[in-house]
């Protein structure tokens, strides 16, 4: 599917916001978020600039991005918990962003579970697993 301008604008600064969430950008956040980057048609520098200045600039907008399609919606809330867990843990602030994104496109609260629980089954050895069983979010 070929996406629009503004969807593929949202879905970058999407992620972009999610990173930012905990106030800490690890190196596996930051090469996933230039790998989805290019995959989206942006150059490498645009992408490096504005992960770099991300925790910086105080103008960024907090909103969660709202898509044109909900095929969309799922495919980003999907590389968002892919980016959320690519440093082996989760924060709970990404994972509650993330929900209020699926909210704001219409997308069930089941469907969410059943995409995170998943993504955390993909990464066995991932931190994440056991905090998530302790908030009742995966079994």
Known sequence: MKLQIIDKSLYFKGLLLLIGKDKIISNEERNYILKIGKVLGFEKEFCKNAIDELLENPYIEDEPPVFSKRIIAESFI????????????????????????????KIEESWFLQSLQEIVKDHPNCLAENKL???????
């Open 78 to 105: 999907k590389d968002g918990l892919k980016t959320a867990i690519v440093d082996r843990d989760i924060d709970p602030i990404e994972l509650e962003w993330l929900k209020i994104v699926a909210y704001e496109n």
């Open 133 to 139: 069983n302790v908030l009742g979010l995966i079994k």
